[in-house]
């Protein structure tokens, strides 16, 4: 006797914003375009306001769409701090460890360093420098750089204007702040060669000379490497996630 299963259908409202995705996906609603009010779509959909509203919090969520004012919804274009905290839960729930971060890190980072000095502008320069400023003060009082760090390599790749680079390099800077968390309190040089390592991409940048910038992109992250074994912390360590905020 044939048996036939009843059909799982999704939910309304994941119909709803599926539908809105694939518009804005395919292009036939593009970035600054206004969406039709809610009544609008609930109108199209045959479905009440409410599944609406719950549709388009799942493109909100997704950083697909925004509110202009109370009622006025407007298509976006995500923005890698929209896409970067679920990527980065995603690594960590799969277990990352240290040396996938670093094999990662060891390919983009110089890679980074080299089209930033390409690319680079004016306006990204100073803020590259301010940086620097910050952590040079930030290090002479005896405090981590850590973050100004995670901070200098979020700039170098705005800087580098490759919107595939800055996507996927974000989670993995975000998972190797802790990295040097857990070197520095054992290693009393790491915070000097963190510096000259910044200095010289800089450097680089504002001569564009992208090799010179390539370099010291990959010596500061071997460096860490380095940092890393010299605190007997193991290549197959998981980053520790209380660091992460």
């Not at 059909?7 to 206004?34: C, F, K, M, T, W």
């Not at 320069?125 to 760090?149: E, M, Y």
């Not at 170098?156 to 996507?167: C, P, Q, T, Y």
Request: net charge neutral.
């Amino acid at each position: 006797m044939l048996t036939i299963e009843k059909l799982s259908a999704p939910p309304a409202y994941q119909v709803v914003s599926s539908e809105l995705r694939r518009h804005i996906l395919g292009g036939s609603l593009n970035p600054g375009d206004a969406l039709p009010s809610e009544l609008a779509l609930a109108t199209s959909f045959g479905v009440n306001r409410s599944t609406v509203r719950e549709g388009i919090r799942q493109l909100e969520s997704d950083g697909l769409v925004r509110r202009e004012g109370r009622k006025r919804l407007v298509v976006t274009v995500p923005n890698h701090s929209d896409l970067t905290p679920r990527a980065t839960r995603a690594l960590l729930m799969s277990a990352v460890t240290f040396v996938e971060l670093w094999d990662v890190s060891r390919v983009l980072e110089p890679l980074a360093a080299r089209l930033a000095a390409e690319n680079v502008s004016k306006s990204e320069l100073d803020g590259l420098n301010r940086n620097l400023d910050a952590t040079r003060a930030s290090v002479k009082q005896g405090l981590s750089p850590g973050r100004l760090d995670m901070e200098f390599h979020t700039l170098l790749s705005e800087a580098a204007h490759n919107h595939a680079l800055l996507l996927c390099r974000q989670p993995i800077g975000t998972l190797l702040y802790p990295a040097f968390e857990q070197v520095h309190p054992q290693l009393p040089q790491a915070a000097a060669r963190l510096i000259k390592a910044h200095e010289e991409i800089v450097d680089g940048l504002e001569r564009r000379d992208a090799e010179h910038a390539e370099l010291w992109a990959t010596r500061h992250i071997e460096d860490l490497k380095r940092g890393w074994l010299k605190a007997n912390l193991s290549l197959s360590e998981q980053i520790d996630r209380s660091l992460i905020s």
